[in-house]
Nanobody, 125 residues
Framework: VQLQACGGGLVQAGGSLKVSCAPS????????MGWFRQVPGKEREFVAA????????YYGDAVKGRFTISRDNAKNTVYLQMSSLKPEDTAVYYC???????????????????WGQGTQVTVSS
């Protein structure tokens, strides 16, 4: 499974940005998907996760109420809509796939089986 995250860029504080991730593979609809972010010198942080059918989603406390994760299984794509962005949201954003068809979204990074290369999101003040 290869993951390609895209849509990152530079945005002003208070603005919005939508990143997407399109895993390869025929069984995307059975994968749990997650977004994590990382800044240099810090541990990877959980951002959001969605279960295989899109009916359940979890969010990290830092983004709750501002970010929305969604998926379109027909397009093999998972999205992260980011709103009310803050400078502290600046990071490399990674998408990840868990292939075990989780009913409950997975928040723990070690449980993910595949990772994309990441896309840079920079929020200016």
């Amino acid at each position: 499974v290869q993951l390609q995250a895209c849509g990152g860029g530079l945005v002003q504080a208070g603005g919005s940005l939508k990143v997407s991730c399109a895993p390869s593979g025929r069984t995307f609809s059975s994968y749990g998907m997650g977004w994590f972010r990382q800044v240099p010198g810090k541990e990877r942080e959980f951002v959001a996760a969605i279960n295989w059918n899109g009916l359940a989603a979890y969010y990290g406390d830092a983004v709750k109420g501002r970010f929305t994760i969604s998926r379109d299984n027909a397009k093999n794509t998972v999205y992260l809509q980011m709103s009310s962005l803050k400078p502290e949201d600046t990071a490399v954003y990674y998408c990840a796939a868990e292939t075990k068809r989780p009913t409950i979204p997975t928040t723990a990074a070690p449980r993910y089986d595949y990772w994309g290369q990441g896309t840079q999101v920079t929020v200016s003040s």
